[in-house]
């Protein structure tokens, strides 16, 4: 019954900045781990970041420095903070919450970064 909305793609171009949010609607537990995935065309889908319900974090080599994941529990929303953005960085992007019993995606968010 869990459902993730998610919103904040677009055009940039590189340097340029997104934050991209998702929102999570129906019954969560506590315990979680939400993270962003991406996935461009003929490329499988690779984790981004994660954030676990107690706020450790963890990031992809290819964005560290450049990315910031936070949540905010009262809103069950995730975010992420994408700064210097790279053409490398377009993809879909998908969110993703992980429970003992749950593991839901989001409809995915597109991002393109031009040169």
């Known amino acids: 019954q869990v459902q993730l909305v998610e919103s904040g793609g677009g055009l940039v171009q590189t340097g340029g900045s997104l934050r991209l949010s998702c929102a999570a609607s129906?019954?969560?537990?506590?315990?979680?781990?939400m993270g962003w995935y991406r996935q461009a065309p003929g490329k499988q889908r690779e984790l981004v970041a994660s954030?676990?319900?107690?706020?450790?974090?963890n990031y992809a080599d290819s964005v560290k420095g450049r990315f910031t994941i936070s949540r905010d529990n009262d809103k069950n929303t995730v975010y992420l903070q994408m700064n210097s953005l790279k053409p490398e960085d377009t993809a879909v992007y998908y969110c993703?919450?992980?429970?003992?019993?749950?593991?839901?995606w989001g409809q995915g968010t597109q991002v393109t970064v031009s040169p």
């Open positions: 993703n919450l992980r429970t003992i019993s749950q593991n839901m």
């Open positions: 129906g019954i969560i537990f506590s315990l979680d781990v």
């Open positions: 954030i676990t319900n107690i706020g450790s974090t």
